[in-house]
């Protein structure tokens, strides 16, 4: 968010000028349930919104644009589509960014000449000349030199938002055609001060300890995590704060006191982390009930070790995090994971922290 959504599949080609709106400004309500539409930029050109990310963490964002010239069509009778500007405005983000943000715009990918900039552009004029929107803009996305899109070419642009608030993430905005006398708009999901609730879903996303252990630079996308009162924002080993000392535990390598405690840290970690991972691709595991579980089990942190032990909680938990998730379609970054990096795990068994016990 992806960092993916699902995607946006072409309604109809439009002729006119595109723009984005954010949608409170707008008659028409604009709710994720209405947002499947597809856009056409000026010059005819299909434009699919494929996937986004937020890195909290870093406070980034990046949203995926691809862009078409007849999309899975050959014509050898049609010459390329000149490529001087592609029409995508930025939604309005008010009070999200400040002054010092950048908006930048770059190919990463399916095109070897284009290159593509944001300019700042406190109002774009698309609909002044038949229409003001009477909105202002964050920025205006041209392509620098001379390009062509041949039939059936596409190329996909991201969009970053650098130094963006850590809450801003995928909402309902407008796209807006100059069409006549005025501009008519339509739903489409894109950056947003205030993300909408997207449809009810009951894919759940499950991994784990090991998993969320030994893939750091997954793990990171999705913290922090509070677990028995302490909040779990790192992943290198050696700090009270990590994750992966939440993590990576052996029923055997802590002492008999904390043995049952740390081992319910560890899957209380994982449960968390996967809930995370669900809701930031707009899955839900409602259904399984473990958020009640969770509940639950967190209260027994302060409990003594027999009561921990014959609580179920580490069971039930376990089998959570070990249970197939139910995504149709594996997100990323999890459909292409990379190789496991074990270092800091390999290093956090072991060592005596245990994470809100002891020295913690």
């Not at 006119?16 to 028409?28: C, F, W, Y």
């Not at 009778?77 to 002054?99: F, M, Y």
């Not at 739903?187 to 009951?202: A, F, R, V, W």
């Not at 639950?296 to 039930?316: F, P, R």
Request: net charge negative.
């Amino acid at each position: 968010m992806n960092d993916s959504i699902r995607s946006l599949k072409l309604a109809v080609c439009c002729t006119g000028l595109l723009v984005l709106l954010a949608a409170p400004a707008m008659a028409q309500e604009c709710t994720c349930d209405n947002t499947d539409a597809g856009i056409c930029s000026g010059q005819g050109f299909e434009i699919t919104l494929v996937g986004y990310q937020v890195d909290q963490q870093a406070g980034v964002s990046t949203w995926d644009y691809e862009v078409c010239n007849d999309k899975n069509q050959d014509f050898d009778c049609v010459p390329p589509k000149d490529l001087s500007h592609v029409d995508i405005n930025l939604p309005g983000l008010g009070s999200c960014l400040t002054p010092d943000q950048q908006i930048t715009l770059a190919q990463v990918g399916g095109f070897d000449v284009v290159t593509v900039s944001c300019g700042v552009a406190p109002k774009d004029p698309s609909c002044d000349l038949f229409g003001d929107t009477g909105l202002d803009f964050v920025a205006k996305c041209d392509v620098s030199g001379d390009s062509n899109l041949d039939p059936g070419e596409c190329f996909v642009m991201r969009l970053t938002i650098a130094g963006e608030q850590p809450g801003l993430g995928a909402g309902a905005a407008m796209t807006v055609t100059k069409a006549g006398p005025g501009c008519v708009g339509d739903c489409i999901l894109g950056p947003s001060c205030d993300p909408c609730e997207p449809p009810p879903s009951d894919e759940c996303l499950t991994r784990t300890p090991g998993f969320w252990g030994t893939h750091p630079h997954i793990t990171g996308l999705f913290l922090p995590v509070t677990v028995c009162g302490e909040t779990l924002a790192a992943t290198d080993a050696g700090s009270c704060d990590s994750v992966t000392e939440a993590l990576c535990v052996s029923p055997g390598q802590e002492s008999r006191n904390n043995r049952a405690y740390a081992q319910l840290v560890r899957q209380l970690t994982a449960a968390k982390l996967n809930l995370a991972a669900t809701a930031a691709n707009f899955g839900s595991c409602s259904a399984t009930g473990i958020e009640a579980r969770i509940t639950a089990c967190e209260a027994l942190c302060g409990a003594s070790q027999k009561v921990i032990s014959g609580s179920g909680c580490i069971e039930d938990l376990a089998a959570f995090n070990e249970s197939l998730d139910s995504f149709e379609i594996t997100p990323a970054p999890f459909d292409h994971p990379g190789p496991a990096l074990p270092g800091e795990c390999q290093e956090a068994n072991g060592n005596g922290i245990v994470i809100g016990r002891g020295g913690c």
